[in-house]
């Protein structure tokens, strides 16, 4: 099973730099897809609402490797994530076009989002 890594305490997560989403909904709605980790911060606070799909065992086998998105700041977004990894996840299951809207690069890299490994 893919996982999930949800920024929060900090800047995402927050009704004052995201307001009219229901934060505990979207973590809800993320949990019932995939194993979900709290981070307390991600380093990339002007990204807010960031979430880090992990790809499952399968999916890292077969090339998936961690994608970052940011300003996942509506429903649409958690829900087009929840249907990604329903679909497979990095590795097994193409991500939809929607998605790579919300594609960032992870702090301390450059190019390429989803590089930075959080599958511990």
């Given at each position: 099973m893919s996982g999930i890594t949800v920024c929060r305490d900090c800047c995402c997560g927050s009704v004052r730099k995201v307001p009219g989403l229901d934060h505990d909904e979207q973590l809800r709605s993320l949990s019932e897809i995939a194993e979900v980790r709290v981070s307390d911060c991600l380093d990339v606070c002007e990204q807010a609402n960031v979430v880090v799909v992990r790809p499952s065992p399968e999916g890292r086998a077969a090339g998936g490797r961690p994608?970052?998105?940011?300003?996942?700041?509506?429903?649409?977004?958690?829900?087009?994530?929840?249907?990604?990894?329903?679909?497979?996840?990095?590795?097994?299951?193409?991500?939809?076009?929607?998605?790579?809207?919300?594609?960032?690069?992870?702090?301390?890299?450059?190019?390429?989002?989803?590089a930075r490994d959080l599958s511990g």
């Amino acid at each position: 099973m893919s996982g999930i890594t949800v920024c929060r305490d900090c800047c995402c997560g927050s009704v004052r730099k995201v307001p009219g989403l229901d934060h505990d909904e979207q973590l809800r709605s993320l949990s019932e897809i995939a194993e979900v980790r709290v981070s307390d911060c991600l380093d990339v606070c002007e990204q807010a609402n960031v979430v880090v799909v992990r790809p499952s065992p399968e999916g890292r086998a077969a090339g998936g490797r961690p994608v970052w998105l940011g300003l996942v700041n509506h429903p649409d977004a958690t829900r087009d994530i929840a249907a990604w990894i329903g679909d497979g996840g990095p590795g097994l299951a193409p991500m939809p076009d929607i998605l790579t809207l919300h594609t960032i690069t992870p702090p301390g890299r450059t190019g390429g989002a989803g590089a930075r490994d959080l599958s511990g």
